[in-house]
């Protein structure tokens, strides 16, 4: 069902010979810095673009002005050919968003943090079968009762990137997706990542570990610390 | 509320001195109930990072901070309505005064937590917010607690009773009204 959705919204764009998604010009200055400006680019359905620069470069801001937690100071976001900022019910759901905190609960179960997520991202039919899918497909579902304080730093990343499965929106944002994983668990990263451009996502991630992704779908984005960038 | 219940022991079997003070410290303990907890209603989620996604939800912000402030509600101000009646009879308050006090906390005690949640938003990420926290939501409070104990005070007349549970009211409705979206903006500005 949602292969169809990302399919259609495939040929929508193309009809319009645009990307589906379009940054163009994006600037943010926080009083009065500038900490990035010009920056532009293109992703179409099945891509993942990964974002490179040095600590402090402004990758994570990036992510969160995309992502529409933060106001850029100029340019525009487009998605589907409408400006994402000018109508941000549609484009939330349409993202979903993994920032270096993983957004998850220490005193609930995973199950019970999974069960929020769901809620939040409106997921409506057959939600615990969801939920337990996303589990077993990143390798947890032995700890679907086991309250997350519990849990290493590793497996709270894996249960944070399980939560973008049972959402099932198009465009993903990654701030360090593999941030405290192991080699195992950077592979079921992959995996999940893998599966969603084939079903016709969008992966925007920030990266310092290299993820292995097709060469043929990604494009990369430098970030320089002067706050300019390259394609 | 344990606070609430010392109270009688410290000052002692004067129950005419005992009936009179009751609605104010009852009052007093809701305030500081509510203010002491408000840290914990955003906080937690603003430190993991599910604040972020709330914001970013399709789902709509004013629901879910009209569910938080209710959750607050529930476990600080209501449960205090709950036991009002039981602290009355530490403080020998009467059948009709028992019942003042608890109406005036149940309209009151929301207010509370309603005050409270816009500035617990805006105090968000602030590095000493607690602090800040009470300054800024104190003063917004105080009429509550003096209309609020007004309301229950039992040596007073039934018409200035019913004119502070009238302006208790209103309070309620103001709050109801402007608080949960003051809240929802500004936890957007925080979250920047």
């Known amino acids: ?231 | 509320m344990i606070a609430a219940s010392l109270f009688p022991l410290a000052v002692g079997a004067d129950t005419a001195l005992l009936q009179a003070i009751a609605p104010g410290v009852l009052w007093v303990t809701a305030l500081f109930a509510a203010m002491l907890s408000l840290a914990r209603l955003f906080g937690p989620d603003f430190a993991d990072g599910a604040l972020d996604q709330m914001l970013l939800s399709p789902q709509s912000l004013l629901t879910m901070v009209m569910a938080k402030i209710g959750a607050h509600w529930l476990t600080s101000g209501f449960a205090l309505v709950l036991l009002a009646p039981f602290m009355a009879l530490q403080y020998g308050l009467s059948f009709d005064a028992v019942c003042r006090l608890t109406l005036a906390l149940l309209i009151g005690t929301p207010v509370l937590s309603l005050i409270g949640s816009v500035g617990a938003a805006l105090t968000l990420g602030v590095r000493g917010g607690g602090m800040l926290l009470a300054v800024l939501v104190l003063p917004l409070e105080t009429p509550v607690l003096i209309f609020g104990a007004n309301a229950a005070d039992a040596s007073r007349t039934d018409g200035w009773s019913a004119a502070n549970f009238s302006l208790l009211g209103a309070g309620l409705l103001a709050a109801l009204a402007l608080c949960p979206v003051a809240t929802a903006a500004a936890l957007r500005i925080s979250a920047e």
């Open chain 1, 1 to 231: 069902m949602n292969q169809d959705m990302f399919v259609q919204s495939e040929n929508e764009s193309r009809n319009r010979g645009d990307a589906l998604l379009s940054v163009d010009k994006l600037g943010f200055d926080r009083a009065g810095e500038m900490l990035f400006s010009n920056v532009g680019f293109d992703v179409d359905a099945g891509q993942v673009l990964q974002i490179h620069g040095p600590n402090g470069s402004g990758k994570t801001t990036l992510l969160r002005v995309l992502a529409g937690l933060l106001r850029p100071s100029a340019g525009t976001i487009r998605w589907r050919g409408k400006d994402a900022h000018a109508h941000p019910e549609s484009w939330r759901q349409s993202l979903a968003y993994l920032g270096h905190l993983n957004g998850i609960s220490d005193e609930l179960t995973a199950a019970e943090n999974l069960a929020f997520s769901s809620v939040l991202g409106d997921v409506a039919e057959e939600r615990v079968e969801i939920e337990e899918a996303a589990l077993k497909s990143v390798g947890l579902d032995r700890y679907r009762h086991a309250i997350v304080r519990g849990l290493s730093q590793g497996q709270k990343r894996r249960l944070a990137i399980s939560r973008l499965l049972l959402e099932h929106k198009p465009l993903w944002l990654l701030d360090e997706p593999a941030a405290a994983l192991d080699e195992e668990s950077s592979g079921v990263l992959e995996e999940c990542i893998k599966g969603h451009l084939e079903r016709g996502g969008i992966v925007l991630m920030t990266t310092h570990k290299l993820i292995t992704t097709s060469p043929s779908a990604t494009r990369n984005l430098y970030f320089e610390p002067s706050g300019r960038c390259s394609d």
